[in-house]
């Protein structure tokens, strides 16, 4: 399996990013996919979850202002970032059992 995230970027504190991973190589339809994010210094944490059958669940610092969402049908996984704040700087990973994505920065700053 292979992932390409995307999305991020640089934004104000309360704006909004989306980003996608998209899986080539096999079909997401039967695994649980997660994001993960890599602030500087500190260690890896998990950010949000979707399972196969569409349940999600977030870190406790992102409820509420994170969505994520799968689309099977374009083998993608989103996650809808909202009122972001510049303690949500880091470089975002999706993960698929093994395999992760390359990352993709995101940077919250005024």
């Known amino acids: 399996v292979q992932l390409q995230a995307s999305g991020g970027g640089l934004v104000q504190p309360g704006g909004s990013l989306r980003l996608s991973c998209v899986a080539s190589?096999?079909?997401?339809?039967?695994?649980?996919i997660a994001w993960f994010r890599e602030a500087p210094g500190k260690e890896r944490e998990g950010v949000s979850t979707?399972?196969?059958?569409?349940?999600?669940n977030y870190a406790d610092s992102v409820k509420g202002r994170f969505t994520i969402s799968r689309d099977n049908t374009k083998n993608t996984v989103y996650l809808q970032m909202n009122s972001l704040k510049p303690e949500d700087t880091a470089v975002y990973y999706c993960?698929?059992?093994?395999?992760w994505g390359q990352g993709t920065l995101v940077t919250v700053s005024s």
């Open positions: 993960n698929v059992k093994v395999y």
């Open positions: 979707i399972t196969s059958g569409f349940s999600t």
């Open positions: 190589g096999s079909t997401l339809d039967y695994y649980d």
